[in-house]
């Protein structure tokens, strides 16, 4: 019997040194961690079971067999973060480059399909050099299997990414399609393809970093959410960010313990909006002062910066909030706006995360290349977004809302459920200067000022929507917190069903 468990504990030691100690240093040189250690990280202490470590490749080409490494490229399991399950896989650059084999492919699909048997999120850590350029078209169907459960699982369990090494060609469309991504800087990058061929067809001279690294990805193409310094940074933002989401669509979302008063006020927004109203200020001063502890997770924090989006607690319940920033682009909405925070407002849908909305839109912003590059499109994913969404949705105007961008921010005609606004708010269908040019052509300079003076006067304010009931109540900027507390308790039961559908057709 003794002999039997030395045996057990051999094979687990060769297969937890995946592709050798020198590949090991290998990879600690280039500043990355292991797949093992990466999960130590990112899993409660003891938690991590994993599954399938003695699987191999089933090739015979290349000398393919006489290299068998147990595990063949990927760990995987599952464990718990802060006691509660998720599953994971991590790719094993030792092995192979972390490439995907038919195996490999099927660990990961095991991994996929036991999250979903019930309902846990999937966490996949990827460091790979791609297709398993061995196995050929094997490899090219274990892509396209993972990817199919990939695209099952969305909108039923949370599928979150880590991109933590080389992601190139198809393998990037895995992360695509799960629900966020963290990549590292310097070491992680994403292409269809790479510099090389990039230099081949179009001629261009470019870096792997700047092509797909972590900054590109997270400020110009918005394929990642966060862009962290190192692996370990990014292994304990997943542990925060895991925090806030319920386990799947059947689940509510998680509630943590706060000492924070669910009441407590803070004067100091009733001085925050400056009396200028063409003078920005922080947002995020808004969204912090209101949410438990002022902890705040925001995604896509350097993409689009004139849309905040992110998620929060209130009374120790998640919530995700989306708010205009005065403070970038005077709080417009643009098309990298609109698609940033559509696909934020989808998926606090999916995983019954409440709404919070905090609007200061001066409108749509203007010019050819927004008219040429879709705005109308664009900005028809965050109408349909909120529209669509049945989660309890709680919207805060703070100053501007206007014209078409009042609508689409969650507005009482997309079925918002409390709509409140500050006294310093402006609700009209377009700021006063704008307003009083057109009705007033060609009235001289004295005359314009004055008649500007008047519509300000009339419609500078929350009183004529309140009047009309788009504005349930006119909220003391103080109360900000109590209120949407107050609220949310309110709609705890909310229940609101869209008619059936095999599935809407949102504005792609
Ligand atoms: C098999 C691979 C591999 C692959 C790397 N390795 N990529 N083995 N298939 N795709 C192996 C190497 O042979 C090497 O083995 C070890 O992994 C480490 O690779 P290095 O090249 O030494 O590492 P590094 O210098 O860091 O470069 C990493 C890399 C490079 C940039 C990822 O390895 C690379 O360019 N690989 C090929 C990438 C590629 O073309 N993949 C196919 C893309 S097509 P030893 O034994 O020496 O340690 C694709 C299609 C998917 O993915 C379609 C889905 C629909």
Not at 203 to 226: C, F, M, P, R
Not at 288 to 317: T, W, Y
Not at 384 to 408: H, L, S
């Amino acid at each position: 019997m003794s002999d039997i468990i030395a045996q057990l504990e051999a094979k687990r030691a060769e297969a937890m040194l995946g592709g050798g100690q020198k590949r090991i240093d290998s990879q600690h040189a280039k500043g990355k961690l292991t797949a093992r250690e990466r999960l130590e990280i990112l899993l409660d202490d003891g938690s991590f079971e994993e599954i399938d470590m003695y699987v191999e490749h089933n090739c015979v080409d290349f000398g393919m067999d006489e290299q068998h490494i147990p595990g063949d490229g990927v760990v995987t399991g599952s464990g718990t973060i802060n006691g509660r399950l998720v599953f994971v896989f991590s790719q094993d650059f030792t092995v192979f480059g972390g490439s995907l084999s038919e195996r490999h492919a099927e660990k990961i699909c095991k991994v996929l399909d036991n999250a979903m048997k019930v309902g846990a999120p999937v966490i996949g850590i990827n460091d790979s050099g791609g297709a398993r350029i061995q196995e050929g078209v094997a490899s090219l169907g274990g892509y396209a299997d993972v990817f199919q459960k990939n695209v099952l699982a969305s909108g039923v369990i949370p599928q979150l990414s880590l991109i933590m090494g080389p992601c190139a060609g198809g393998a990037v469309y895995s992360p695509a399609m799960t629900d966020f991504i963290f990549m590292v800087k310097d070491s992680s990058y994403m292409f269809v393809t790479g510099p090389d061929v990039v230099k081949t067809v179009t001629n261009e001279i470019v870096t792997q970093e700047e092509l797909g690294g972590a900054v590109t990805h997270t400020t110009k193409t918005s394929v990642a959410d966060v862009a962290y310094e190192n692996d370990i940074e990014a292994l304990l933002a997943a542990r925060d960010f895991i925090d806030f989401m319920p386990l799947s669509n059947r689940e509510e979302v998680p509630e943590r313990p706060t000492a924070d008063p669910w009441d407590r006020l803070e004067e100091s927004l009733d001085t925050l909006i400056p009396d200028n109203a063409n003078q920005p200020y922080d947002m995020h001063e808004v969204i912090r002062k209101m949410l438990d502890e002022g902890d705040f997770f925001e995604v896509q924090p350097a993409h689009a910066g004139n849309i905040i989006c992110g998620f929060g607690r209130m009374e120790g319940s998640t919530v995700g909030v989306v708010a205009n920033q005065p403070m970038v682009l005077a709080g417009c909405l643009d098309i990298n706006a609109s698609k940033k925070a559509a696909r934020f407002v989808r998926y606090c849908d999916a995983f019954n995360i409440p709404i919070v909305t905090l609007v200061d839109v001066p409108g749509f912003l203007p010019g050819t290349s927004q008219e040429h590059n879709g705005i109308i499109k664009h900005g028809a994913k965050l109408l349909f977004a909120y529209a669509e969404a049945t989660v309890p949705k709680i919207t805060i105007i703070t100053r501007k809302a206007y014209g078409g961008a009042y609508d689409v921010m969650a507005s009482k005609h997309l079925r918002g459920d409390l709509n409140y606004a500050w006294p310093t708010a402006e609700i009209a269908v377009m700021g006063a200067k704008g307003a009083v040019e057109i009705i007033f052509r060609g009235k001289t300079p004295e005359e314009i000022a004055e008649r500007t003076a008047e519509y300000e006067a009339r419609f500078a304010n929350p009183f004529i929507a309140a009047q009309k009931g788009f504005i349930d109540e006119v909220i003391l900027p103080h109360s900000t917190r109590r209120r949407v507390a107050l609220g949310l308790r309110k709609l705890r039961n909310k229940q609101l069903e869209n008619p059936w559908k095999k599935h809407d057709n949102i504005p792609l």
